[in-house]
């Protein structure tokens, strides 16, 4: 089975500095997306890559999936305190219709004012 | 628009009483629908998936079971809860086809079993 191993676990920053997560699976990625949780709350969706090598960007938040593809990396630029969260990786297996998504541990983000 | 309903959002329940939780969908029809169980140091676990009404496969051998009486509801239910059954559950939802679209979860239950 698919296991995706997130580093760090967790992450503190001072605000305005930059971070990258990092997500490795041990098998091809076939596609993988990128969450941010609150505590106790629901995950929201921040961005999906298909394509090895494909780049994405969201306001100060940028998600690669290497050539490989079987690395991805969340970099934060200048962060913020609402950037605090949890972080989360997830990855669908190979073919089938029910698109089961296995997700990492995710990396805790703590960003200091 | 699409929106996903879960509840109760908390729920303290005592160790052998039953569960039921709830999930809907409005917006769109035949959706997959997931349970996911987030505990402590595991992560989100995948424990339920269904691609149609009545059509329900199980991840993990557990306590649990789930049903999907109708097109866009999952009802995930234990007839005795365990201690172990305390976790976040997550129910998520995505258009049924090929792969791309993206996975929309629930604002989650927080479960303690006492």
């Known amino acids: 089975s698919q296991e995706l191993e997130q580093s760090p676990q967790s992450l503190i920053v001072q605000e305005g500095k930059n971070l990258t997560i990092n997500c490795t699976s041990s098998?091809?990625?076939?596609?993988l997306y990128w969450y941010k949780q609150k505590y106790g709350e629901g995950l929201i969706f921040l961005m999906m890559?298909?394509?090895?090598?494909e780049e994405k960007s969201h306001e100060k938040i940028t998600a690669k999936l290497d050539e490989k593809k079987q690395q991805s990396s969340l970099h934060i630029t200048a962060s913020q305190p609402s950037h605090a969260g949890i972080y989360l990786c997830g990855a669908p297996g190979a073919g089938g219709s029910n698109y089961k998504l296995t997700f990492g541990k995710g990396t805790l983000l703590t960003v200091n004012p | 628009s699409q929106t996903i309903h879960q509840w109760p959002a908390t729920l303290v329940q005592p160790v052998g009483s039953p569960l039921s939780l709830e999930c809907t969908v409005e917006?769109?029809?035949?959706?997959?629908l997931y349970w996911y169980r987030q505990a402590a140091g595991r992560g989100l676990q995948l424990l339920f998936y269904s691609v149609g009404i009545g059509q329900i496969s199980s991840e993990v051998p557990q306590n649990l079971s789930a049903s999907r009486p109708q097109d866009r509801q999952f009802i995930l239910s234990s007839k005795k809860l365990l201690l172990s059954d305390s976790g976040f559950y997550l129910c998520?939802?995505?258009?049924?086809?090929?792969?791309?679209?993206?996975?929309?979860f629930g604002s989650g239950t927080q479960l303690s079993v006492l």
């Open positions: 917006g769109t029809s035949n959706p997959n």
């Open positions: 098998k091809t990625l076939y596609g």
């Open positions: 890559l298909q394509k090895g090598g």
């Open positions: 998520a939802w995505r258009t049924a086809g090929t792969g791309g679209e993206k996975l929309f």
